[in-house]
């Protein structure tokens, strides 16, 4: 079938099997391999993209369902205000080892911010909650987390 | 999602009406689907996908709240779980309801996934919320619009939505008063559910009951009202129930299925606590098991007299010496490359058959099939293997690829390079494979005895080492404290986020690339050279970057299958297992169970040891052998134990294969040592402090293997420093509400580093000026997220005096550096450190000396700094004279500076009896935990860890390692384990195998360090990969003891045991 979506403020029109997955598109198809395939099930959150404002697992989203919404994907953040904000605390905190899971908490911090002007800590909780990391033990990037939220209050 | 071969149909029905009629056209060749979380977990565990998929989006009607006009709540079938979570009518009006919506998969499966789909299930987690509320659905059926009660409903028939469309859940508009949910689960949060439970009550004017819903259900329990222990209620004041007979009442009628994971008993259990404990009725203990009380030591241990200084290792803490690792932003953004990223126009796709079975000969592999199909461009078998079809880093026995039979079910038979993901799944398919299954030994202790099924010809011993010494029998019989038990690990998976992959092509020279993350690049080369039968040279193997290994890629993985496939194909080839396909293949930490007797005389002084491990190697040799012999490196801890007897053995068995695990049998060992250390201090009424102190080493003490150690010795100082913490002043004891209990626990570690005086075990690194000035540091090192990058940046700026900047680290390729050794064992920080030592002075005396001349000064004129050279005498850093870019173009490439270096890793020489560290590293550990009594289940309140490993070359790193170590450890403890059951995985991927999340992370961890070397000591900062993870089972056990009384010996500990022997739960009889 032919499915037309925005991607990072970009047009795009392309032929997909209905039943395939987005991240799959994402990262064999549209030469976007910053979502990750960690688990395939939606059970690590690696594979995070925001559809229309909110985040959602990209290994979980067939093809069908992407006409006519406006997607963002790691890629794409620089765009946005809250996306800059997680992108500068996350590198300045250090917030990752390997950084395998990185581009899925970027992805789900910004939509948290886009969603809460001031999120708690048990807003970040509850939306990072379903990211595995397996190398940091999460307290680095809850840090970060909490940083970004305060520098995007500041940057309003 | 699945794929199954024929794309499905989709419809886009735009009524209600159309949606039943296509359902009721296709009938079970059709699915109805709103969010498709659940469906496709279903898909994902092997059911049939349908031909028809019946979208229910358009369907805008069926999405939203409404307030009815007789006051009830109207929920569509298609609001998702995320609005009714942050609805503001749902917070308001239903708390419970909201509570239950948030406790269902994650937020990014809350936005796609609706309340529809989690009811129209049957066994969603959200059920026995709406049961509890009395709730009724609206149905379209071939009667058009009806509503049912859900209670009715679900118990009219097995499969109760069949053939109907779920438009909405009612709410009806009287609300009990007091309400409780509860999900229980194998982890904290985001877990499948052990069991949910809910309940609401109704009362009138008077306080008395007058009506009751109590419901369970959630996971593989059916949705049930307990309407007996319902109608027990009826009448009655809270005040005046009978709490324990309640849950006699519930726990009679409950109907709840065992699984793998839990028993259908502690299903019972926990679900009639929670529903007590919701209700007010405090914790149930149960009256036959229940005399478990709280068991704190309620003291501060004593103050250790011993002098020490420690930095708490954070941004905050250490806010000078804090830099940005230099891949951080790039992986932040998503423009970081893996190796498993790349694609390339002619880039084939691989795949690789497993066995499938854990044990069968192999009477015949048929791959003409598979050739045939048109797309496929190489199919490879043992056939194709030219050299040795083997591989293992200290025996090699595990075939690249299998030819007379298999022996775990993730054995590779086969391999494919295909145009396509969908041809390869195709051809695989296609492979005929004739097996002759046999009887397997799927137990260590079984795999020994005589007549065991053999795994390989050689026999199921793969290693039998063993230690004496003293005269143990005659210490155990004056002995005046003995404690003995046998401690159990896990299975652990690795679980790194990238699982095994990359890519493979031919060279235009002849040659093959191989790209896939790894932990040691040269020796990569080396198993895959003996694979190929062809010259090392001709390999050129690029093993970095990784996400994440943690000893799970030391071994070859999918390196043989690659090159194969490429050279057969001639093209490019890539390939990355799914999780599933990791976790059949993939290398597990070998799980031990480790009898232990321990003993000390009358004043508390350790006397005797005896230990007996035995390992579950799986079906190959891989490193077992010495994670068993690290093992019995730490059967006496950091202590001096005068006799011990030490014996550990390794079977070899089908179930999977076991390998390195960061922590590398140190940690497993250290839960047992330290656990039977804190029972001894217990028995001889010592605190965990005062017993340890009187029982530590000393500085200046052999090693256990009577190797000669390293100085520093920082045992007491560690120790100091926990027994000071302000961790044991917080609340311990009995929480507020009776439900959990709280306490605290020590342990301590000595961990050594590198690979052992048996092996050789070398370093080396080669530092020049590169073209546009910036300094090479090659290393053959992986950056698996450790932070080797930031560590060479930092070691070589220090010693040359430049900025980290300007230095340019070149790992992880044998075409571009020299062999630093294994990225494994803690040992790259001392590798690094060391090279630098080594080569900068020589690379610094050799850039002033070209900068002299070139400047027509003498070198001693000049300096080092950032970003070039300067005047010696200059007093303000300023801009360079001679920048390094400058000096760089200045010098043709033959006289461009650099300098080389390889040395052995420090060992002790002298007589050792085994394989000894020279190096080691210290920490101390404390845990505070909270154990439910309604649940049994441990939660980490905080972890502290003390640690002494030399100075701190990066705070991130440093942190980073203790702090990932520390929560991989608690995975350990308390939620990891692959199921393995008759050979087969039971766990399949992150739904089956509990890696801690967010909410299983302590809710507050802190990191200190002492950097300080003893005077003299030359060895510098000591690695801390595995530091992190080698207390912390120990240091939470003990906690558990503190809280509860009883120690846990097998992890992950089972929460079914604790509330056994917390009173939550009566013992199945035997
Ligand atoms: S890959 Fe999508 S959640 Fe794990
Ligand atoms: S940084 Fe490696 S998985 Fe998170």
Redesign the pocket.
Known sequence: MTIRFVLNGEPVEMDARPDERF?DLLRDRLGLPGA?????????????VIIDDVAM????LPAYKLEGRRITTVEGLGSLPEGRAVILAFSEGNAFQCGYCAP?FTVAMTALLMREDVPDEADIREALG?H?CRCTGYHSILRAAADAAVRCQKDD | MKKSLVAPQIWHPEEVSEAWSLLKRFGKAARVLAGGTAVQLDWAAGAPVPEHWIDLNRLDDLRGVTELADGGIWIGALTSLSALRHGALIGKKLPMLCDAVGRVGSA?IRNLATLGGNVASGSGCIIPALLALDAEVELFTAKGLVRRNLRALLSSSLTPMEGVVLVAIVVPARLPAKTCFEKMGLRRAFTPSVINAAAGLWFDGAGNVVKARLAIGGGITPPQRLSAAEHSLIGIPLSALDWTSLKRDMLGEMRVPSDAFRSAEYRRNVAANAIIAGLGGGVALDAVAGKASAHCFASIPAFVPVPYSEVEVSRAAMSERWRMRPDVTAKVEGAFTYLTDIRKPDMLVGRVLRAGYPHARILGIDTSEAEALPGVHAVVTHRDVKGLNGYGIVIPDQPAFCADKVRYVGDAVAAIAAESEEIAERALALIRVDYEVLPIVDDAERALAPDAPLVHESGNLLADLGLERGKVDEAFARAAHIVEDVYVTPRQMHAFMETEGGYAEPTPEGGLLVCVAGQHGYRDRMQLARILDVDEECIRIVSSPSGGAFGGKDELTVQPALALLALKAGRPVRLQLDRWESVLAGTKRQPMRIRMRTACDAEGYLIAQEVDAIADGGAYASLGASVVETALEHVTGAYRIPNVRSRGRLAYTNNGFGGAFRGFGCNEMLFAVESQIGRLAEKAGLDPVSFRVRNLRQPGDMGYLGQVVAPSDRGRETLAAAAASDLWARERGVSADGRKVIGVGLAVALQGSGLGSAIGDSGAARLSLAADGKIEAAFGAEEIGQGVLALIQESVARVLGCERDDVRPVIGDTAKTVDSGSTTASRMTYVVWRSASETGPELSAKLLAAAAKEMGKQSEELAIGAGGIYDARRNVPDVPLLSFAALAQSLGEAERPSAECGFAFPISHGTVEGNARFLHCHSAVLARVAVDRVTGMVEVLDLDQHTAAGPVMDVANYSGQIEGGGVQGLGFTLTEDTLIEGGTFTSRN?DSYMVPMIADAPANMRVFAMEELDAGDPYGPRGVGELGISAVSPAVAAAVADAVGIWVVEAPFSPEKILIRTGGMSAPAE
Do not use: A, D, E, Q
């Not at chain 1, 990750?36 to 995070?48: D, H, M, Q």
């Not at chain 1, 697992?57 to 979980?60: A, K, M, Q």
């Open positions: 991240v990750k395939v960690g688990c395939g099930i939606g059970r690590c959150g690696s594979c995070t697992n990209g290994c979980l899925g379903g595995v | 990014g992150f």
